[in-house]
């Protein structure tokens, strides 16, 4: 399975239509490729080479290799080539010429700091992973409102737009939270009011959803479910806080926290 998102993918093909016909062409026939985009404008055959790479996450190469990774971090490299000169590499132009490319690695955990694609965050934690599995099972509980919300939130954060991001991730939280409770509320008793009122419903059901051995929830602000809750909700006006950093450690957290209550709610007895 590839270590990149649909988002990191289409970002890093969308530099073949910088290429020349014939550069495309070797590009492609590097990667086994020249059959998929062989015809049609440089658009047209850079779609078709992402529309496969999307298809085909698990292909690799003859020597075991997944395809799709090392397209992207060909890709990625020759990026970072582009703003390299005899001074070093420029992170800052990086940014400016390929904002879509930077943001989409950094939410699959990578950085470019430094003139080399590595990971900034551990291998184990696997974020294009968490964002498939959390979709997956959003889908699966039709929680179609916090699904929206999500998505609204990927897509601020990959045009930049920090404070929307946040907002959205704020309220992807709140609306889980709320269908969570919904779904194990037992057939005819009554749903507790939303917000606050649901998150400790959650904490004092039996069993517990919120984990009180885990330090997940302790009716004073400090369990792990209410710390987390109170960051995404920080109170008045801060400014600096709606960076990308900021942004970007907001929908890490996010992710991997929802993963594993969405995972807690698919396994919990019924």
């Not at 929680?143 to 907002?167: K, T």
């Not at 749903?191 to 517990?208: D, F, K, S, T, Y």
């Not at 920080?234 to 995972?263: C, K, N, Q």
């Amino acid at each position: 399975m590839t270590i990149f998102s649909r988002h990191t993918i289409l970002s890093a093909t969308d530099l073949l239509v910088d290429f020349t016909h014939a550069a495309l062409t070797r590009f492609l026939l590097e990667y086994g490729l020249d059959e998929i985009g062989d015809a049609g404008s440089l658009r047209d055959r850079a779609n078709a080479t992402a529309r496969h790479l999307l298809r085909n996450p698990d292909a690799t190469d003859a020597d075991g290799q997944n395809i799709v990774d090392l397209v992207v971090s060909k890709l990625a490299a020759g990026a970072i080539g582009n703003v390299t000169d005899y001074a070093g590499f420029h992170f800052d132009q990086f940014s400016t010429r390929y904002p879509n490319l930077q943001r989409a690695l950094e939410r699959d955990g990578f950085t470019v700091e430094g003139g080399a694609l590595r990971r900034s965050l551990p291998e184990a934690l696997d974020l294009p992973a968490a964002d498939d599995e959390v979709h997956a099972l959003l889908a699966q509980y039709q929680y179609m409102v916090p699904r929206g919300h999500l998505d609204q939130a990927i897509g601020a954060h990959a045009r930049g737009d920090w404070a929307a991001a946040n907002a959205q991730l704020r309220v992807y939280a709140e609306s889980l939270f709320d269908e969570i409770a919904a779904t194990l509320t037992p057939p005819g008793a009554e749903v507790p009011a939303a917000g606050h009122q649901r998150r400790q419903w959650l904490a004092h059901i039996q069993p517990p959803f919120f984990i009180p051995e885990l330090n997940e929830w302790h009716d004073n602000g400090h369990g792990f479910i209410e710390l987390f809750y109170r960051r995404l909700h920080p109170e008045g006006a801060h400014p600096g806080l709606s960076d990308e950093d900021d942004s970007t450690f907001r929908l890490h957290i996010v992710l991997l926290t929802t993963r594993l209550l969405l995972r807690r709610l698919a396994n919990r007895p019924r």
